[in-house]
């Protein structure tokens, strides 16, 4: 089961960090996507699990940062300078066998977790 916690209520500006451990799999590709109330499931961030490597939406890019934990197997989604537009359920997905090319491609992932909400008042 993949869990994704951390979620809550901020302010504009603040930060916030999301946890997903995707016990008991294995996966190449560890995706965080977001849906906010009426809006398609957007791809925010996701992370290349052997090499590290990490890819952002452009919403995102310099305000949010992923990583990881090996030891762990956990991966982390730090938000910074939080604005109310993240206001949404944010969601990790792992794909099994994913590859690069996809890794923005919410159908590319096979497993999914329960959603952890973020809300972000102005």
């Known amino acids: 089961q993949l869990q994704a916690s951390g979620g809550g209520l901020v302010q504009a500006g603040d930060s916030l960090r999301l946890s997903c451990a995707p016990s008991?799999?294995?996966?190449?590709?560890l995706g965080w996507f977001r849906q906010a109330p009426g809006k398609e499931r957007e791809f925010v961030g996701a992370?290349?699990?052997?090499?590290?490597?990490?890819y952002y939406a452009d919403s995102v890019q310099g305000r949010f940062a992923i990583s990881r934990d090996r030891a762990k197997n956990t991966v982390y989604l730090q938000m910074n300078s939080l604005k109310p537009e993240d206001t949404a359920v944010y969601y990790c997905?792992?794909?099994?066998?994913?590859?690069?090319?996809?890794?923005?491609?919410?159908?590319?992932?096979?497993?999914w977790g329960q959603g952890t909400k973020v809300t972000v008042s102005s």
């Open positions: 997905a792992a794909a099994q066998r994913g590859i690069l090319s996809t890794i923005r491609v919410a159908t590319s992932y096979n497993s």
């Open positions: 008991g799999r294995t996966f190449t590709n």
């Open positions: 992370i290349r699990w052997s090499g590290g490597y990490t």
